[in-house]
């Protein structure tokens, strides 16, 4: 029994270390190629920071890259503060309208990107809207809402009722007996719905290639520009800073978490 179970154990770590070797593998190649003296990836050319430095030269990257986070950080922040009150008002509906509110905020989870895509652009198209970054930004507020609204519902079922009522009880008003009582204990949620969002607007391609305007691009929409001439190893570079930049703020975010037990 001993041996069956040291067997499975070592099994278990195996089958683990081959998972994370295909998740990272990727991961650690274009990180190893990002300080690659030579600009093919066949040949290793020795190392070289050279690629950081043209990074930060390259105008058309900077230029992508400052929008691509000035658009995930507002469509987060403001996907968040809606997402949050509609979740607040949810959960105190009644079970029908909670269910058929419920399922409607799967619908957008569920859809292919490319209809979500497509059917903003038409419905931009048809309002006669101007397409460009606040067409995006739009776009990318809309699909990250559900996001956070399945972050901070479960908090607020777990939470006590009973406090928020004997503030309003007090003589709290609504919003200061939300802001002191509720939004504390569901602030862990509210947290994860505002990086799921940050997440999601960053890595978005499909939806903003169909919503975007002339002029207006983002890292993704730049790099599948660049797809067809070549990928240059400045992108590697960027890839791996925007990669350490998440790992960091993640390894941050769950220590703070563990601290907060």
Do not use: C
């Amino acid at each position: 029994m001993v041996a069956k179970r040291r067997f499975k154990q070592l099994f278990g770590k195996f089958y683990l270390a081959i998972i994370f070797l295909f998740l990272y593998a990727p991961i650690v190649t274009l990180i190893v190629l990002s300080f690659n003296e030579s600009k093919y990836r066949g040949r290793w050319g020795g190392l070289s920071l050279k690629w950081y430095v043209g990074l930060f030269e390259d105008k058309a990257i900077m230029d992508a890259l400052i929008t691509t986070l000035v658009l995930a950080l507002l469509s987060a922040f403001i996907a968040t503060i809606f997402g949050t009150a509609v979740s607040f008002a949810m959960n105190r509906m009644k079970r029908i309208p909670k269910t058929v509110l419920m399922s409607i905020t799967n619908v957008p989870m569920l859809n292919a990107d490319i209809v979500t895509g497509i059917s903003l652009m038409l419905l931009f198209i048809a309002v006669r809207y101007t397409m460009g970054f606040s067409s995006v930004l739009l776009a990318h507020i809309t699909f990250n809402l559900p996001y956070v609204i399945l972050s901070v519902l479960p908090r607020l079922r777990q939470i006590n009722n009973s406090t928020y009522e004997a503030a309003l009880d007090l003589g709290a008003s609504r919003v200061y007996a939300f802001w002191k009582v509720i939004l504390p204990d569901i602030m862990p949620g509210v947290l994860t719905g505002f990086l799921l969002s940050f997440t999601m607007s960053l890595d978005d391609f499909v939806i903003t290639h169909f919503t975007k305007g002339v002029g207006v691009d983002t890292l993704s929409t730049q790099i599948y520009a660049e797809a067809r001439k070549g990928i240059r190893p400045e992108m590697y570079a960027l890839s791996t800073i925007m990669f350490v930049t998440v790992f960091v703020l993640l390894i941050f975010y769950n220590r703070k978490k563990e601290g907060r037990k």
